[in-house]
């Protein structure tokens, strides 16, 4: 039940973001020329896992997480986003995502924020 409120919340939030529109990129951001918050979606898969450091973590996660995460920068912009705190992202079990999915290549001690990769 819970993991399909946490779904109803990332489908309403990606129909509010899709109509608003999001602004897009013109210069070269965390993320490249994609907004922050429109990589942020990617990262549905995720939802029980950035609440919960006991949550298993899917391997649809681990998979965005690898592709996100080979710019740190927009992994870590991407963690802090307005589209992550407001899905109820908690950013410090978000930032054990890289080491629950034993990604080798993370960025180990990459300062985001307050925060550290493990």
Do not use: H
């Amino acid at each position: 039940m819970e993991s399909k409120a946490r779904c109803t919340i990332w489908f309403l939030l990606v129909v509010v973001v899709v109509a608003t529109g999001l602004e897009t990129a013109r210069g070269s951001g965390e993320c490249g020329r994609v907004p922050v918050d429109q990589v942020a979606l990617k990262l549905a898969p995720c939802a029980a896992a950035t609440q919960n450091p006991r949550a298993a973590v899917p391997p649809t996660c681990c998979a965005q997480v690898r592709s996100i995460g080979r710019n740190p920068k927009c992994l870590c912009a991407v963690m802090l986003s307005n589209t992550a705190r407001s899905a109820g992202v908690k950013p410090a079990v978000a930032m054990t995502i890289p080491k629950r999915c034993a990604i080798a290549n993370r960025p180990i001690g990459y300062k985001c924020g307050p925060y550290t990769l493990p």
